[in-house]
């Protein structure tokens, strides 16, 4: 039982009605396996600068993280976002984007991170998705993510990379976008036809839905008080999400399962957005997802009809 | 058990990606009362204009809505609204409104309406949601609607007509609009201070949440293929809520029948927009009800923790 994760490691800065911060922390792959490592052994794959600090290599270590295929670049720079969210924090506003050492990233993963059972492709450019995929000739279970750069400008190469996984995750509006099907449930069909069978479209604060041949299932965001700041949320909800499934043990989860997965992403979802970056969930501990996974059935649930 | 709901009685016409309708019957207060009379004895009130067929009161009628204290008004126009969706249906474009008979309505309930045991109060100008609460005072749960505009042009009154009501059900947006508050749930709280005990936010496709003192519930909305016509989905979500209620004959209901009743809002929502205008659910029966209701439970039932 192992996942590997491929994505950015970086610093964001970031402002929110809540705050601002410097770059700190961030990364898909940062949060991706803040997330994922609570299930599962999880292996991080992806370059950084030599301007990258070593404490932060040492808070994914110390917390159970295998960094060993994180490559340092000597003189690059490791990848830099910089945005902000208005009152509406369904939607980022990308002020800065500086690719670094991203711009030349050959990834080449270890035997261990080849074999690993489980793949989060996180949102990268198609073309390296593709490479790593082949690389990653063990896993059973493996999963992508994109955004809507890629839709626009290397289509062609995102829908080779779908071809090669079982799983995608993304927004809603970008499920949309790539099939050019305003209707999401018609939208996931379109993309279950382009390989993957199991589809789950991301809906910010709304919740996500899960869509298979089999059918589909629905939840919620899980409602907070207090939302500081929601860059990495959707990768918090896949590393719950794919870190759940990962411990069940089998390349084929059941419908029981992916539901279970859905609640726990939705959970890890809601920590990420209580704090800047990734100080929520690097610190958030396996009873308070407990409490908030019943929580959460607690605030869906609805009896038959009397 | 009888419910009493006052709104406008309306011709709409619509434009959707799937086509294309001229003045349809339409309006809050017939969406909602043909959810509703699944539950209870619903009785409309509102004024129509002289161009106002016999056979819409008839269609009405033959569904068990008792017409009795709609106004005809002599050489009056119906409420007239045209309006039309783009791909993303959540968004409604109003191209022209025409108030007609409601630019003079004057609210006269008779006795049956005003002893109803549930009133509620559509989209209208909130001085006349005031003038119909203070005379239905026979009422045991009094509820609300209203829209982006009365909270610009008349938030005085719209915020006293609130105070006298036991139950909000606003779009999510317009709640946040009235309490200038960002976050949904800190946002419901600043209505409850406002009177209501009940406040429900309506989320277009993406479901509702409902707030109480003692917590909140939220539903995905149903995921369907085929999505014609959107006009009117939230008053059938409030004929489904409000009627559920009243049918369980008390003032007060419990958080198991407040959750079944956003699962009725819901289910009633969604054959609203599989066709223009009233066309389904003039023609729903209950098994289909039913039948939704418990495919709405599968959609959203997860289990403990293994």
């Known amino acids: 039982m192992a996942l590997t994760v ?3 490691i970086a610093f964001d800065s970031v402002r929110t009605p809540f705050g601002e911060r410097d770059r700190m922390l961030g990364g898909s792959a940062v949060h991706f396996a803040l997330a994922a490592r609570f299930f599962t052994q999880v292996r991080i794959v992806g370059p950084v600068g030599d301007d990258f600090e070593e404490e932060h290599l040492e808070l994914l270590h110390q917390r159970g993280v295998d960094t060993s295929d994180v490559e340092r670049v000597d003189g690059g720079q490791t990848f830099f976002w910089q945005g902000h969210y208005e009152a509406d924090m369904n939607l980022a506003h990308t002020d800065d984007t500086q690719l670094g050492v991203f711009a030349d990233f050959d ?3 270890s035997e261990a991170s080849r074999n690993a059972e489980v793949l989060f492709l996180g949102n990268i450019q198609p073309d390296l998705q593709r490479r790593v995929r082949a690389q990653a000739d063990g896993s ?3 999963a992508l993510d994109s955004m809507n750069l890629w839709i626009e400008t290397t ?3 995102l829908v080779a990379a779908i071809g090669d996984v079982d799983c995608l995750l993304f927004n809603d509006s970008e499920i ?3 099939t050019e099907e305003p ?5 996931a069909r379109a993309v279950m036809d382009m390989g993957p069978r199991i589809v789950v479209a991301k ?3 709304y919740g996500a839905v899960l869509f298979t041949r089999e059918g589909f299932f629905a ?5 907070l008080e207090d939302v500081r700041d929601p860059t990495g949320a959707g990768d918090s909800f896949a590393g719950g999400f794919l870190g759940y499934l990962d411990m069940q043990g089998t390349a084929d989860p059941g419908p029981d399962a992916l539901r279970r997965a859905m609640a726990y992403g939705t959970v890890l979802a809601s920590f990420n957005v209580e704090e800047f970056g990734t100080d929520r969930v690097a610190g958030v501990t396996e009873d308070e997802i407990s409490e908030r996974y019943e929580a959460l059935r607690g605030m869906t649930h609805f009896e038959a009809s009397s």
């Open 176 to 178: 949309r976008m790539l």
């Open 107 to 109: 990834p080449k993963l």
């Open 183 to 187: 209707n999401l449930a018609r939208a």
């Open 6 to 8: 491929v994505g950015s």
């Open 155 to 157: 289509r062609d190469s």
């Open 203 to 205: 809906r910010g604060e």
């Open 219 to 223: 939840l919620p965001g899980f409602l």
């Open 140 to 142: 059973r279970l493996a």
